[in-house]
């Protein structure tokens, strides 16, 4: 049974604690500086599908990002496609509820929790396990059955209680909590209701990203949790284990603050790097001449696409097939765009250079998964 929010004692932000919220704080401004120097927009698109990817991992799915950008282009042979659609609808249930969110459409709240959940859960693995509804039978985690399992949630009828107790929370119904602790509290206690029957971990892990931009802390999703979350897996179990059965939650929070400094860092260095590699690569396509002008136009959507093919980019940019394809040709002489699919039709180009930055431990997909 989890205990009603906010913890009690309440958490102190003093001596270590106080250091590592300061220094997570300060880690995720860099971020947010360091992303405003890129297009928003295009930098968005490749930070949520690289969420997308690691979320989907930790439950075992076997995708990667380029898994995904395949997918999303052409639907590529050898693809591993029911996976791919399960990251595919990760994305989709997070940019869902942050439009629901940035329109006013609706407030970060249980409603659009369940909302996300459906378009999560449409189809594939878990779609017959109530999409978009809290459930009404009993769940637990590892093991066959309850009897055996790592953890048992509190039982059906006390899920709405423990619910509403956190929508209160996230509202700030008892007074206002610094928003990384509030993040870190609310995901732990999100995680111990369990309060669908499949699919928790991912929605748990889309609640920090949510949390983070309805409080302010970034202005967009530019950040993977899943990253630390998946290299720490025992630890990160472990620590939530700890606040079910002994209140520790300073220990669940130094673990979640470590995480934000070093996710946020490292998703700092790859903002600059882009930064860099865009500067660089652009002047050498401007070098082109009287050609500059539509390859700018077709490597400003390798930007934002990644992999793309000839026929998509035309379609996109208003571009006749001819050319686009000697747009194509000009980049991959200068080692820009390379062609990956092997064929003689419907070839996809992909920025590699991009890529490479981006696919950074999205590579092997984690084998292991807990029960939902």
Do not use: C
């Not at 932000?13 to 971020?31: I, N, P, Q, S, Y």
């Not at 928003?40 to 997308?52: G, Q």
């Not at 991912?202 to 949390?211: C, F, P």
């Not at 899943?226 to 179990?237: C, G, M, N, Q």
Request: proline fraction near 6%.
């Amino acid at each position: 049974m989890p205990t009603p929010l906010p913890p009690n004692p309440p958490v102190l932000l003093e001596g270590e604690l106080a250091r590592l919220h300061e220094t997570a704080a300060f880690a995720l401004g860099r971020l947010d500086g360091a992303s405003a120097q890129l297009d928003p927009e295009r930098l968005l698109y490749m930070y949520v599908r690289k969420e997308a990817v690691l979320t989907s991992q930790i439950e075992g799915t076997q995708s990667t990002l380029s898994d995904l950008l395949e997918y999303e282009n052409a639907s590529a042979p050898g693809t591993p496609v029911d996976d791919v659609r399960e990251v595919s609808r990760y994305v989709d249930a997070l940019f869902y509820a942050i439009d629901k969110i940035k329109t006013g459409t609706l407030p970060l709240s249980l409603r659009l929790l369940k909302q996300a959940h459906s378009r999560l859960m449409s189809a594939g693995r878990g779609s017959t396990r109530a999409p978009g509804e809290f459930r009404r039978t009993q769940n637990w985690v590892g093991g066959t059955r309850p009897g055996n399992a790592i953890y048992v949630p509190p039982p059906p009828h006390e899920v709405m209680p423990a619910l509403d107790n956190l929508e209160r929370y996230l509202h700030d119904e008892f007074g206002s909590t610094p928003v990384l602790l509030k993040a870190g509290i609310a995901h732990a206690q999100f995680e111990t209701i369990h309060p669908f029957l499949d699919g928790n971990g991912r929605i748990g892990r889309l609640l920090i990203s949510l949390m983070l931009v309805v409080d302010g802390a970034l202005a967009h999703p530019y950040f993977y949790i899943s990253l630390y979350f998946r290299k720490h897996r025992s630890d990160y179990y472990n620590a939530l284990q700890r606040v079910r059965t002994q209140g520790d939650w300073e220990g669940w929070l130094r673990f979640f603050l470590i995480g934000v400094e070093a996710v946020a860092d490292e998703a700092t260095q790859t903002a600059e790097a882009l930064s860099n590699l865009f500067v660089s690569d652009r002047a050498k396509v401007e070098s082109l001449g009287r050609a500059a002008p539509s390859a700018l136009k077709v490597y400003d959507l390798m930007r934002q696409r990644i992999l793309i093919s000839a026929a998509r980019a035309g379609k996109e940019l208003g571009l006749t097939w001819p050319t686009v394809q000697a747009a194509l040709k000009r980049l991959q002489e200068l080692g820009i765009a390379h062609e990956v699919s092997g064929r003689r039709r419907n070839r996809l180009y992909q920025y590699t250079s991009q890529l490479q930055l981006l696919n950074r431990d999205t590579d092997v997909g984690d084998p292991g998964r807990q029960a939902q």
